[in-house]
């Protein structure tokens, strides 16, 4: 007589998955806030947040929502600087405001990747976990200023993930998200060519959502386009000067930092230039099997792949006259964060972590990435007691300099009509 196979109670397991989100969403919060302990006790205005966002916002109002930083628009970061002012919100409160601004969209985009990323339930676990517990040298976290990387996340997920139920209540806010995203920063431009990739792929299904699929490359190849005309007339990409020299030996440098410096930790910077370039070899072998092992219906492995290599030759293209400066420990988050999350989940939705060895393996490594932040990268404080503002000029009808993080930089307010 055959045994009746045990049917899944599918309230239980809404419930375990649920459960296992808040864990995941618990750790990213750990980590963010062992990274940056001031930003949760004493939130203050960051680099271009209270320079160029807050201060344009307060000075020259929604207009400002359309002006550019480096080339490029920050669509995000200035809207909720123009809405805090738009609310009467005062100066030394706003940085609250910039710090519940900041967790909202990582909570969007830990939401996304749980919803989007392919996979077993561990694979979506430890996708949302990588988002924050990447060990990065120069992590500045929890401000409007460097909101822009995770939000580019949702658009590899947008163009890459699961679709999402088809709604139109969905597919609205998708888009809404979809258009922060581009918006914020220059990453749609960066991303473009995985957006026609995806195009090509939903219009070779031909299926019955061919047209409503095709939504989200069309406006991240359009971003694109405005991007690009943006950048073209700011002048200049560059952020070193020099002619691009591709045998400078700091390229090789930087690839392998990039390939290695998340697995091997801070030693990694004694190692001889001979054993990097062994490194960067067995890496590139290694990106090549992991290519080549996204086999089957899925194509998200090598969508993040390609994702991470285009991230990373931007970064090459932008530093082309100085790639000595492409270090993890200077200027981490701007050059190896997005590439170092995309192959770690190109890693997890390759080999989907379905059996308990590979889960165990995912585990180790997301431990020694813990030790890492905790031991290497460390905290990065900015202030242990906080800002007090005296802002009476402005009722005089006087401009004010008010020093914001990092040390040296100011934010100009005008006077008020």
């Known amino acids: ?9 599918p309230v239980a397991t809404k419930r375990s998955e649920s459960l296992l989100f808040v864990i995941a969403i618990a750790l990213s919060l750990a980590a963010l806030g062992f990274r940056r302990p001031d930003a949760f006790t004493m939130p203050w205005f960051y680099g271009e947040e209270g320079r160029d966002f807050f201060a344009d916002a307060y000075n020259t109002g929604w207009a400002s929502l359309f002006n550019t930083a480096n080339g490029y628009f920050h669509l995000y970061p200035r809207l909720m600087a123009n809405l805090g002012v738009g609310l009467g919100v005062p100066v030394e409160r706003m940085p609250w405001v910039n710090l519940i601004a900041a967790l909202l969209i990582y909570f969007v985009v830990w939401r996304t990747a749980w919803k989007r990323f392919p996979g077993s339930l561990a694979a979506r676990f430890f996708a949302v976990a990588a988002i924050t517990l990447v060990p990065l040298g120069n992590e500045i976290w929890m401000n409007q200023t460097n909101v822009q990387w995770p939000l580019s996340l949702l658009i590899v997920l947008s163009l890459s993930g699961r679709r999402p139920r088809p709604t139109r209540v969905n597919s609205v806010v ?10 914020t920063g220059p990453y749609a431009l960066v991303l473009a060519p995985l957006a026609a990739w995806s ?12 047209l409503e699929a095709l939504a989200a490359p069309a406006m991240v190849l359009a971003a694109a386009l405005i991007v690009s005309l943006s950048l073209s007339s700011h002048g200049s990409v560059q952020r070193t000067d020099g002619a691009f020299d591709p045998f400078n030996p700091g390229f090789v440098q930087a690839a392998f930092f990039q390939l290695w410096f998340a ?8 190692m001889s230039l001979g054993a990097q370039c062994a490194g960067l070899a067995i890496g590139i072998a290694l ?6 092992q996204a086999s089957g219906p899925s194509v998200f492995t090598r969508m993040a792949l390609f994702a991470a290599g285009l991230q990373f030759a931007a970064v090459l293209v932008s530093y082309r006259g100085q790639p000595e400066f492409l270090s993890p420990y200077y200027a981490g988050i701007r050059n190896f964060y997005l590439p170092a999350v995309l192959v770690a989940w190109a890693a997890l939705s390759a080999f989907e972590l379905k059996g308990l060895r590979s889960t165990a393996l995912a ?15 460390g905290q990065q404080r900015f202030r242990d007691t906080p800002v007090s503002v005296d802002l009476t000029p402005l009722k005089r009808g006087e401009a004010v300099e008010v020093p914001i993080d990092p040390q040296g930089w100011t934010m100009r307010l005008e006077p008020r009509p």
Request: proline share 2%.
């Open 263 to 270: 697995m091997i930790g801070k030693g990694i910077h004694t």
């Open 363 to 377: 585990a180790t490594l997301m431990l020694w990435w813990c030790a890492q932040t905790a031991f290497f990268a």
């Open 199 to 210: 195009a090509w792929v939903h219009w070779r299904e031909r299926n019955e959502r061919g």
């Open 287 to 292: 990106l090549i099997a992991l290519w080549r």
């Open 1 to 9: 007589m055959a045994t009746a196979t045990p049917q899944q109670n």
């Open 174 to 183: 998708q888009l809404v998200v979809l258009c922060l995203a581009c918006f």
